[in-house]
């Protein structure tokens, strides 16, 4: 009898975990998705671009100037999605993470940009049945043989009044 419970257990553990795991991979089939888009969106200079973020979401740019709240953003890159023609990054990799509950969800991305490789980070909340970017940040990769011209052409900027 005790036999017959813990196997009965244990298929019923097996099962959970591999409908978690099915759970799992929509997920994250979700958020790659959502980002995907996002990314498509401000290609296309697509106004939903910044409903995608959260009301007081964040946006870190790769100028160390360029930390806004959505609306902030949407005001900086009026110019470019008003010309119809905004930035087109698309993601080489992408690692998802996320809560035990799924609310929050974090994930970093290497992605193909005008400004060559560059890498991101950013966390999206689930609420009321949606997606949403809390918070943003792009950054240049320079590699690290460049990384002493690059330093040295920083400190001469900024040695020179640019902020």
Sequence with gaps: MLMKHWFAALCLSCCT???????????????????????????????????????????????QSEVWTREQFRVWAKPFFDRKKAWAFTAIKRNVYWSPDQRYAWFDEQLKTQMGVCQASGVLQHTAGKLEITHYQLSLAVPNPLMDKFTKAIAEFEAGGGK
């Design 17 to 63: 975990f591999a409908a978690g795991a099915a759970d799992d991979a929509t997920f994250r089939q979700q958020i790659n998705a959502f980002v995907d888009q996002w990314h498509a969106d401000a290609a296309k200079a697509d106004p939903v671009y910044f409903d995608k973020m959260a009301p007081d979401g964040i946006y870190i740019g790769t100028d």
